[in-house]
């Protein structure tokens, strides 16, 4: 019997998690919410998850989960095995690397994405953040950094580390390529990443692209300062 899992496309995190069950072997059964209609706050949601954030799963034995590290971790503790066993190896320095990569790529990239875009796609900002704008390129020249002496985020193979990573760049990417430009060790990452996660343009690409469109969209009704795609800032 498949795992529920509660998402919606436009959502890094969820596609992670979809990308993570597809390379574990994890049957899922997709369920949409339209955030925008509010479906994450009708009752048959909130009985489910009170925090009506998605992604959320619910296990054949009726266990509940949300937030996207945790679900990606518990797949593969659960279900994983020896086929998903690289994903997430059990030797605790490598993990520690993960869960750290793994908190960096919620706390720190998806948020300050969101803490850039959202005013002006959600709240009608007529400029970006120029405080946020320098947070959004410090954690993506971090992640460029750390992939200059090896070719995945946590090591030298892939792991749910770089899978949640991706989603979150793969977004950026489609906002705008021009946004990459400076960071030639994540475009090599990416492009790598790609070719390895089965059903790419399935579990991610696509909803990469609904969520670019979808902030270039809001972008495209404001001046946008040239340091969106340069990075550089005046001090």
């Known amino acids: 019997m ?40 009708k009752p048959e949601f909130l009985k ?14 009726g266990f509940c989960l949300n937030e996207s590290q945790a679900i990606c971790m518990y797949l593969i503790n659960r279900y994983g095995g ?22 960096f790529g919620s706390s720190v990239l998806f948020a300050n ?13 007529k400029q970006l953040d120029p405080a946020a704008l320098k947070n959004f390129h410090d954690g993506i020249g971090f992640v460029d ?27 950026i990417d489609a ?6 430009d400076k960071y030639s060790h994540i475009q090599t990452w990416l492009k790598r ?11 991610n690409g696509n909803g990469a692209k609904l969520y670019g469109q979808f902030v270039k969209n809001a972008l495209e009704k404001i001046d946008v300062a040239e340091s969106l795609y340069t990075g550089k800032f005046d001090v």
């Open 175 to 180: 906002v705008d390529s021009r946004i990459l």
């Open 48 to 61: 489910i998850n009170p925090q009506h954030n998605v992604p959320t799963i619910v296990d054949e034995d």
């Open 82 to 103: 020896h086929k998903a066993q690289h994903l997430y190896p059990e030797e605790a320095q490598q993990r520690a690397v993960i869960d750290q990569l793994l908190n």
């Open 193 to 203: 990443c790609q070719k390895e996660i089965a059903h790419y343009e399935e579990l």
């Open 113 to 125: 994405a969101r803490d850039l875009f959202i005013p002006v796609v959600m709240h009608g900002a």
């Open 145 to 171: 950094i750390r992939l200059a002496d090896s070719a995945y985020a946590a090591g030298q193979h892939l792991t749910i580390a770089d899978i949640a990573l991706v989603a979150s760049i793969s977004s």
């Open 2 to 41: 498949p795992i529920d899992l509660y998402y919606t496309s436009l959502s890094p995190p969820c596609r992670s998690v979809m990308m993570t069950a597809y390379m574990a072997g994890v049957d899922v059964n997709l369920k949409m919410l339209n955030l925008m209609n509010r479906d994450q706050l």
